[in-house]
């Protein structure tokens, strides 16, 4: 038994460190150059932490580089079956 309260306690300070780092991870704005660069991919995680800051700028910009990354990876899709179907005859 004591093998499995010590295993809680640490699981528990594991918990709450994971909570630390998500909490901090979450505060503050997102590095817009990081995301046009690609370094940081605008996926779920991104949009909803503009939109939880309610900043309009932000969001509004966090949304137009997803609609022009969205735009570049359709148009490379389109390129990559193009290029499928010629191979496949």
């Known amino acids: 038994m004591a093998n499995r309260s010590s295993g809680s306690k640490s699981s528990g300070k594991a918990s709450s460190a994971k909570k ?14 990081a995301v046009k660069s690609g370094h940081l991919a605008v996926y779920g995680d991104v949009l909803r932490r503009a939109k939880a800051r309610g900043d309009i700028n932000e969001m509004r910009k966090v ?8 735009k ?10 193009d290029s499928v179907k010629r191979l496949e005859g």
């Open 20 to 33: 630390s780092r998500k909490a901090s991870k979450d505060s503050g704005p997102i590095d817009l150059k």
């Open 63 to 70: 949304a137009a580089i997803a609609r022009t990354l969205i």
């Open 72 to 81: 570049d990876a359709q148009g490379a899709l389109r390129r990559l079956e």
